[in-house]
T-cell receptor, first 114, second 117 residues
Framework: KQEVTQIPAALSVPEGENLVLNCSFT??????LQWFRQDPGKGLTSLLL?????REQTSGRLNASLDKSSGRSTLYIAASQPGDSATYLC?????????????FGTGTRLQVTL | EAQVTQNPRYLITVTGKKLTVTCSQN?????MSWYRQDPGLGLRQIYY???????DKGDVPEGYKVSRKEKRNFPLILESPSPNQTSLYFC????????????????FGPGTRLTVL
């Protein structure tokens, strides 16, 4: 059974720092991995999607990497801002079972302080 | 604007009183799904639908029903809610690719916070 882990569960950094969020998964047989942002009282916003054949994706200050063989993905946030404060979730789409289903980690709650 | 909408956004109800949470998407997506989010457990899939009149159970379907009579709508029905169904519920949708290796982004609604007393 695919399990997705995100460590740390919470992180606080001062504004301007570069930071890395980690996501690990137990079964490397995945179609893709998606990073989301969740704000309190709001839904999930898709940030980046990495297909299994790709190694990284970039969008603005965000860069996500995927090492499928080791079961790891990282989300790099450059020059963090208070507006980046949110919970970040990663989700994999496993090959086994129903390909339409995403398996989520429990998230990293990020706080960027002034 | 392309979006997934859910109603209501917040609901407090009592044990046993039937309720429906609506979900609608305007992107002509074939695939729709319901998840629930609980502290420490992440998001878990309740039911999903690959197209009109095609639905199937996810990981935690007990106590829930769904229907897909129209492509854009996928309501979640709790026939007899219980306190353990207190949770944050998300509806999601996406296109179904021509090959399984081509699955793309899932789009999520804003969530419905349900409290069952």
């Amino acid at each position: 059974k695919q399990e997705v882990t995100q460590i740390p569960a919470a992180l606080s950094v001062p504004e301007g720092e570069n930071l890395v969020l980690n996501c690990s998964f137990t079964d490397s047989a995945i179609y893709n991995l998606q990073w989301f942002r969740q704000d309190p009282g709001k839904g999930l916003t898709s940030l980046l999607l990495i297909q299994s054949s790709q190694r990284e994706q970039t969008s603005g200050r965000l860069n996500a990497s995927l090492d499928k063989s080791s079961g790891r993905s990282t989300l790099y946030i450059a020059a963090s801002q208070p507006g980046d404060s949110a919970t970040y979730l990663c989700a994999v789409r496993p090959v086994a079972g129903t390909a339409s289903k995403l398996t989520f980690g429990t998230g990293t709650r990020l706080q960027v302080t002034l | 604007e392309a979006q997934v909408t859910q109603n209501p956004r917040y609901l407090i109800t009592v044990t046993g009183k039937k309720l429906t949470v609506t979900c609608s998407q305007n992107m002509n997506h074939e695939y729709m799904s319901w998840y629930r989010q609980d502290p420490g457990l992440g998001l878990r899939q309740i039911y999903y639908s690959m197209n009109v009149e095609v639905t199937d159970k996810g990981d935690v379907p007990e106590g829930y029903k769904v229907s897909r009579k129209e492509k854009r709508n996928f309501p979640l029905i709790l026939e007899s809610p219980s306190p353990n169904q207190t949770s944050l519920y998300f509806c999601a949708s996406s296109f179904i690719p021509i090959a399984e290796t081509l699955w793309n982004e899932q789009f999520f609604g804003p969530g419905t916070r349900l409290t069952v007393l």
